[in-house]
């Protein structure tokens, strides 16, 4: 009976192992001959940045690096992977990776291109294209040993995997990594950063990766491998793969695969698309518009601006004359810098959305304008991928006075017109000359100052 029982026993924890083995599926790989269907995936340069929401610097590196995907390599030519330090979205491989590279050494910000060139801190004065030089000798001199193709699906969380290799690489310390990443994680952290671009949420093989990579030139390495991932936005989602030689750190081969294949829209404010530089306005009211480039199906989008009470205040949202009141609804709430347009008709294309009007409240050389929400959305209340060149970093507000605010108010209006009206026919010479309304300079205050300053009334 004794023996009975064992069995029994025996056969019932056999029975768990395997009722639990069927919730956590074994990733199986295999190795064979060439295939001749292969076609390989996009082979970026990886750029690791090691950031954290608390490091006061970390933004101008983060807004570098924006720089670079707007201006310089617009193609996927590099692929940024954030990994964040002791903040919302830090995770247990991301220290891993710090320790692997000796971030904690060097501090935060660093940047690690391609395995092997470490660049850490920034400059001070900031500048757009700190890393542009060391981007492009990165892309010039990539090395890959292998071919990778990759191709993700969201049900069920997986991707498969093919690598083909160039060459023999079986005596060589190398590893297999994978990241799956989320673009336009929205959190405002302590340091004014509200936007993270590529933050690493997930790396099914680990830190290291899957170790002992063992293959010979023309052999196909292919896997299938589930991941666990939480997110209602799968456009946003991106998957890296790349090989690693553990030793020298160098990366040897790349794939890359976006949920989305649709090119990003491109929302910026002002009259023209502008990433650096100074956005002139004046004191009192100033109309500024928001724009996109490159829309596809837009049905909505909601943002929120920081508010800043001492050098400006929110006055009126209303939709663009170009888009055109029957075709949209704008709510706008000044109090909380909360701005929501739906659209009737979805917008594609280059189009003006709405006009913005903010009265700057004093002279300024530079007024940080930031927006700390955005959303955008197509027709099925699915968010579209999108890039926004936020005024914080490299663009600004430069406030002068406003000429027509005769009597200082912050606003030009009535109390202006009646101002002028009292110097009205005075000269130069005149002792009650008040050279603030000689518009034109002529040393006379006439109908030309007059008719200027009716032009210029706020409505």
Known sequence: MKNVSKIVALMTLFSLVIFGLSFFPVNDFKIYASDDDFTPSPSPLIVEQFTGAWCGWCPIASACLDWEKLVEFKNDEFVRLAFHNKDQMSIAEGGEREDLYGVKKVGWPTVIIGGIKKISGVYNPPRADMYSIDIKEGIANLKSIVDISIKGSSEPKQFELKMKAKEDFGKRNISLVAVIYEDWVNFLGPNGEAFHRNVVKNMPYGSSGRTGIKLKAGQIYEETRKFALQTKNWNNIGIVVFLQDMDTKQMLGSGLFKYSNVAPAIFYWGDQFQLLGEVNA???????????????????????VKLDVLNFDLIDAVVSPEIGTDKAIIDFNPSIGEIRINFKEPVSGNRELFVLTIKFKQKAEAVIFQI????????????????????????????????????????????????????????????????????????????????????????
């Open 372 to 459: 700390v929400q955005f959303v955008a959305l197509d027709k099925s209340a699915s968010a579209t991928p999108f890039e926004l060149v936020d005024l914080r970093n490299f663009s600004y507000f430069k406030v002068e006075d406003n000429p027509y605010d005769i009597d200082s108010t912050l606003s030009v209006d009535e109390g202006d017109v009646s101002a002028l009206l009292k110097k009205f026919g005075s000269f130069k010479r005149d002792k009650d000359f008040n050279k603030k309304c000689d518009f034109n300079k002529d040393g006379r205050v006439d109908l030309k100052d007059l008719t200027e300053l009716l032009i210029n009334l706020e409505s």
């Open 282 to 304: 004046k004191t009192c009211n100033n109309k500024v518009k928001f724009s996109v480039q490159n829309a596809s199906g837009l049905a909505e989008i909601f943002l929120k």
